[in-house]
């Protein structure tokens, strides 16, 4: 660890270095803990267990939901946010960007009181349509949408601001409509923000475990996603879910090495 | 490397090891055992002047995993023999885990039972919502018992990780019914509905109890505790069954 210093003309003072070399320390770690401990012979059997590949689908197909879900919805939000001035427009956007701060348990929570049976919306989506949000898929999706979206939407924000507008005003300016704009000019430009939200807000649907279990519950193939089974997994087969936990740091890494030049800087 | 792990542990060790300075018991206990454990927990407390019991409480096969991790237990308080056993095993128990309580199943439901809920093939009925613990969580297993004595064949729309999560979820209203212990039923008071199984498709729970490796002599004092005269009464008076 102590090689990877990065600067070179100046030398850290002890006390600095030895703290420092702790906080590393810290996350590499229990990363390399997981890695070391995960039994590679029994792997591959653990991996394509039943249960972990129900696991595996469900994640996949509610993470990509909400995904989905959080780029019809909040790229119009970041859009809003971005451009149009409005009174509470800081406090809207200091509430909709809460869940990335807010305890998941308690998005469950306030997710059971308002999508709930009994909850404000949930009692009429029952009693008009027949619709119970909790103990499905959809509950799933929701509770990962509601957690996850709003790093679509700061990203995408972020990237609507810093956008060179001249680009819009001058295809405005040849006649284009307002939808042939932001479709053909405004969604192009900040493709790199759009693909970067929409990672960051998969793989924070990908990792939900609180608010899912709270909203959702926990049945195998219906609201078990993988971050659920591994819990479970360490009570009745820890070598299991060891190997399920490892998949997920692979994914995360991968995510992280995928967006290193937003967040790493490129230095 | 090397000099940066004794680091660490070093100060975890300093940031964890300052809890147990004075005279205290750490008890993980069932999750069906949480309100009598605590009025169990002051009595001793009354009856040991100096010592405190902190509990942890939750699913049992969650706190046999948390003790295998090395979480520090004093005593453990189990729903079933099961896990109790799997911790033996391990040579994590000292002595031989003693039963000190039975407990019996009952449907859980909203109150009044607006359902009509009337026994355990109801359960089955198409579009209720029933749930149950999970399968490794006692609760659970002694659910699916029941079920199979009765020759119902119903799946839970939820496996909760223990067993007060399932009346949580019926007294919210996201669940129709569930199987929990009698005891569960009568904690939540009013807020819930208890609807009896008949003795021959219930299950009689056992509860084990023990000291955990690393313990010291105040685990078996409230050990013998629960299983005094005294102790038996406190948990009677909750609805549990004499050992």
Known sequence: MASSAPERRERAPAWIAVLAALGAAFFIVPLIGLVVRTPWGEAFDSLTAPDTLEALRLSLIASLASTAVALVLGVPLAWVYARIEFPGRTVLRALTTLPMVLPPVVGGIALLLAFGRRGLVGAWLDSVFGITLPFSTAGVVFAETFVAMPFLVLTVEAGLRSMDRRYEEAARALGARRWTVFTRVTL??????????????WARALGEFGATITFAGNFPGVTQTMPLAVYLLLETNPQGSFVLSLILLLVSLAVLVGLRHRWLGSA | MRATLVAVAVLLGA???TASGGVSISVFAAASLTDTF????SSFERDHAGATVKFSFAGTPTLATQIEQGAHADVFAAADTANMDRLKAGGFVIGEPKVFVHNRLEIVVAPGNP???S????????GLIYIAAGPTVPAGKYASQALAKAGVQVTPRSQETDV???VSKVELGEADAGIVYATDVRAAGDRVSGV?????????ATYPIAAIKGAGGLANEFIDFALS???QSILESFGFQRA
């Open chain 1, 188 to 201: 192009p430009l900040i493709a790199p923000s759009l693909a970067a939200g929409a990672v960051l807000c």
């Open chain 2, 15 to 17: 940031a964890c090891g």
């Open chain 2, 38 to 41: 605590k009025s169990l927990g």
């Open chain 2, 115 to 117: 359902k009509r809920i």
């Open chain 2, 119 to 126: 026994g355990l093939a109801d359960l089955a009925r198409p």
């Open chain 2, 164 to 166: 007060k999560a399932v």
């Open chain 2, 196 to 204: 009896p199984i008949p003795d021959q498709y219930n299950v009689l």
């Open chain 2, 229 to 231: 005269d005294a102790g």
